[in-house]
């Protein structure tokens, strides 16, 4: 009876991929960083100008709107973009070889994409602050938002790049997905209508960015937040967990 093969251990797999992958990002992506970074801080100086009259939680939607779209710039179109590469010119093959676990080669590209977001993140996070008066409290808050957020939005992007058969299509999911971020960040929800704003709320791309804003008032909803980050966190999950099995099919076709 033949038996299964011994995979390597999920962490060093993990620890490995991510190594490999973010040595590559600094090589090449950091200019990237910077324009996902200038990006979020112009509209926010944008959104000051011309909303400065708007209350402090529409302030605080717009800032966390802004932070987040960092890691679904980086997290959910770069990594997109970089796993579709990959897969077309054969690039994941090597890793098909190894006795690995999918999920663990997935996770380590997650990882790489989410960790390279963090200085854009924490720049947009003080600037904004700053920018809109908004208190900085809170602001720890923003450790779980981004962990949790980067679960969901690179679950996303694994799956935006594995799933597609052509890379063009993959590259377009994952330019869509941070189009649809930026709508739901940037734009606040108190003016909408209410049946509107019901739809919002129930889009887990929300979660994390509702519950940052919340953190971000004087007087901060915890049981929502809480409640917000963790749907958040079952929704990257099964994102990765989806995106894990798309990595298996392909090495197996």
């Known amino acids: 009876m033949a038996s299964s093969p011994a995979f390597t251990p999920m962490v060093t797999t993990v620890a490995a991929v991510h190594t490999a992958q973010l040595g590559r990002a600094r090589a090449g992506g950091g200019a990237v960083v910077i324009v996902a ?11 000051r100008g011309v909303g400065g009259d708007a209350g402090q939680a529409s302030h605080a939607a717009v800032v966390s709107g802004a932070i987040l779209t960092v890691v679904a710039f980086i997290a959910w179109n770069l990594l997109a973009q970089r796993l ?25 590209f997650c990882s790489c994409y989410a960790a390279f977001a963090v200085p854009g993140i924490v720049l947009t996070a003080v600037a ?12 720890w808050v923003l450790a779980p938002a981004t962990l949790t957020s980067a679960v969901t939005f690179s679950g996303l ?13 993959a590259t ?11 709508l739901i960040g940037l734009i606040p929800p108190q ?27 004087p007087h901060p909803d915890w049981t929502g937040i809480a409640l917000r980050l963790t749907g958040s966190a ?4 099964c994102c990765l967990a989806l995106a894990a099995r798309s990595y298996h099919n392909a090495m197996n076709h």
């Open 191 to 217: 003016p909408l209508p209410d049946w509107l704003t019901t739809i919002r709320a129930a889009i887990p791309l929300a979660y994390d960015i509702d519950a940052l804003a919340s953190a971000l008032t």
């Open 37 to 47: 970074t200038v990006q979020s801080l112009a509209i926010l100086a944008l959104l």
């Open 234 to 237: 079952v929704f990257g999950a």
């Open 157 to 169: 992007g694994a799956l935006s790049g594995l799933t597609p058969a052509r890379p063009e299509t």
């Open 128 to 139: 904004g602050a700053a920018l809109f008066g908004l208190p900085f409290t809170h602001l």
């Open 84 to 108: 579709a590469a990959l897969k077309a010119g054969g690039g994941l093959d090597y890793y098909g070889t190894l006795p690995v676990r999918p999920a663990a080669v997935v996770l380590g």
């Open 172 to 182: 377009l999911a994952g330019q869509l997905g941070l189009t649809a971020v930026m």
